[in-house]
């Protein structure tokens, strides 16, 4: 299973990036997410979605941040960032959870936040 996140780069504080993640190697998914972790930090789950429209955010990030599935490609996830902050400075990783076979976790892309 491999899963390949890109979109990541630097912004300005209140412009917006979208993050992408392919997922290959796997037949279906039961979950699809992002997580971050900042310098000094713990990871933390940013955003879920089951399916293709049970969704679930991190409190710092709702109303701002969108988890969504690509409609022609199952396995291509998004996570839409607007109006970023300073604090959403972080890498992001994309993971997916199958029954069959557990969590896999992307690379991480860098996000980077000017003020």
Do not use: H
Not at 71 to 82: A, D, F, G, P, R
């Amino acid at each position: 299973v491999q899963l390949q996140a890109s979109g990541g780069g630097s912004v300005q504080a209140g412009g917006s990036l979208r993050l992408s993640c392919v997922t290959s190697g796997v037949s279906s998914l039961d979950l699809m997410g992002w997580a971050r972790q900042a310098p000094g930090k713990q990871r933390e789950l940013v955003a879920s979605l089951a399916g293709r429209t049970t969704t679930g955010y991190a409190d710092s990030v709702k109303g701002r941040f969108t988890i969504s599935r690509d409609n022609s490609n199952w396995n291509t996830v998004y996570l839409q960032m607007n109006s970023l902050k300073s604090e959403d400075t972080a890498v992001y990783f994309c993971f997916v959870r199958t029954t069959a076979s557990g969590q896999y976790w992307g690379q991480g892309t860098q996000v980077t936040v000017s003020s």
